[in-house]
C-alpha cells in the first residue's frame, strides 16, 4: 500500500494561512483519489477534503468549503491542502490517506500527520 507523509503545519493566528503537503515516500506514485482527514485532541478523525486521480473533482467537509482548497501535481507526485481564513477549531493533526470521492478512507496507513495550531 502507498505510503504518504504530511509536511507544513505550523502555529498560526487566526485567520492567517498555511499550506500543507503530501507526498508519497520513496518512489511510489501517488495516482490514486487522496483525501485530507483531521484529528483534534479528544475527538475523531474526520474528513476535510478529496481530489480525484486526475485533479478534476474536489469534496469538502461542510466545515472547510470555500477556506480550504485540496490541489494536486502529478508530476511532483504531491498532493496540497491550502488553507485560508483558519479558525482555532481548525487546530488538529492533519493527515492524508488514499480515499473514496465521498471522503472516506481507504488506505490501512496512518502516517505521523502534520500539527496545525491555530491560535485565537
Not at 16 to 31: E, F, H, N, Q, V
Not at 36 to 64: C, L, M
Not at 97 to 114: E, F, H, R, S
Request: glycine share 14%.
Amino acid at each position: 500500500q502507498v505510503q504518504l507523509v504530511e509536511s507544513g503545519g505550523g502555529l498560526v493566528q487566526a485567520g492567517g494561512s498555511l499550506r500543507l503537503s503530501c507526498a508519497a515516500s520513496g518512489r511510489t506514485c501517488i495516482s490514486y483519489t487522496i483525501g485530507w482527514f483531521r484529528q483534534a485532541p479528544g475527538k475523531e478523525r474526520e474528513f476535510v477534503a478529496v481530489i480525484s486521480r486526475s485533479g478534476g473533482s474536489t469534496y469538502y467537509a461542510d466545515s472547510v468549503r470555500g477556506r480550504f482548497t485540496i490541489s494536486r501535481d502529478n508530476a511532483k507526485n504531491t498532493v496540497y491542502l491550502q488553507m485560508n481564513s483558519l479558525k482555532f477549531e481548525d487546530t488538529a493533526v492533519y493527515y492524508c490517506n488514499t480515499a473514496t470521492m465521498l471522503g472516506l478512507p481507504v488506505g490501512g496507513y496512518w502516517g505521523q500527520g502534520t500539527q496545525v495550531t491555530v491560535s485565537s
